[in-house]
């Protein structure tokens, strides 16, 4: 049975994320439709993250079985074909061994968390960043968020709803640079709690706006209770930009 990695992009702003689920519409579920259009197989696809509601994504990886082989584009042209539809993409497609793992073979995942910070609202980029009018510095948040590079029990960060087994992560890399009217918050480890990202773009945004001190944010770290930590930011902030395999 040929196993497929897929490379893809999509708006997440349709869906309730990347996951099957009850109440809406999933990208998963959307591949899956696609694939059962292309070849007649009900598949299930494994994503890489399992990305939240409106959350985008321009570097998701998933993989799929197929009861017959065919050529990796041929599996990119007809998926993209059938979700012309849909804002879902196919990147690429390739002919894996049968043990690679979308999510479990993954070694490091990257996202990105943009602020638009400026006076006035987005046009071209609505539902692609957070707006923030009041004035943020980024100095102050990227010196604050370099206190979680390495080891830490991010439970401060942690949504009450995640299923992690543990509250400890590892972040790799953490920076962030303000380019022009955009705030751009990069984080890197191999895996990460449910909302983590977003809670911590919340609690650096008020480091920015100077309601917090450097202080503030390692005390909230220390904490290790979500009730100490900043707001969630709002999903169409974050994108998952890349997973990385060995």
Not at 82 to 101: I, K
Not at 147 to 170: E, M, N
Not at 181 to 200: D, G, K
């Amino acid at each position: 049975m040929p196993r497929y990695k897929l490379l893809l992009e999509y708006d997440g702003a349709p869906f309730v994320g990347w996951q099957r689920q009850d109440n809406g519409p999933s990208v998963q579920v959307a591949i899956e439709d696609a694939v059962f259009a292309f070849c007649g197989e009900r598949v299930v696809v494994q994503g890489a993250g399992r990305t939240d509601t409106g959350v985008h994504a321009t570097g998701q990886a998933a993989h799929l079985d197929l009861e017959r082989e065919a050529e990796a584009r041929t599996v990119r042209d007809a998926l993209n074909f059938h979700l012309r539809l849909a804002p879902v993409v196919v990147l690429a497609a390739e002919a894996v061994e049968a043990d690679f793992h979308a999510r479990f073979s993954a070694i490091q995942r990257r996202y990105l968390y943009r602020i638009l910070n400026r006076a006035s609202p987005p046009a071209l980029e609505r539902g692609r960043v957070w707006w923030h009018p009041v004035p943020l510095d980024a100095e102050a948040m990227a010196a604050a968020g370099g206190t979680l590079i390495g080891r830490h029990d991010l439970s401060t960060f942690r949504a009450a709803l995640c299923q992690a087994a543990s509250p400890v992560k590892t972040i790799d890399h953490l920076s962030v640079e303000r380019v022009g009217e955009t705030i751009a918050i990069e984080v890197r480890a191999r895996s990460f709690l449910h909302h983590q990202v977003r809670n911590i773009a919340g609690s650096l945004a008020l480091v920015g706006r100077g309601k917090w001190s450097q202080a503030d944010f390692a005390d909230a770290l220390a904490a290790r209770d979500r009730r100490r930590g900043g707001p969630t930011a709002p999903a169409c902030g974050l994108t998952l930009l890349e997973v990385r395999y060995p």
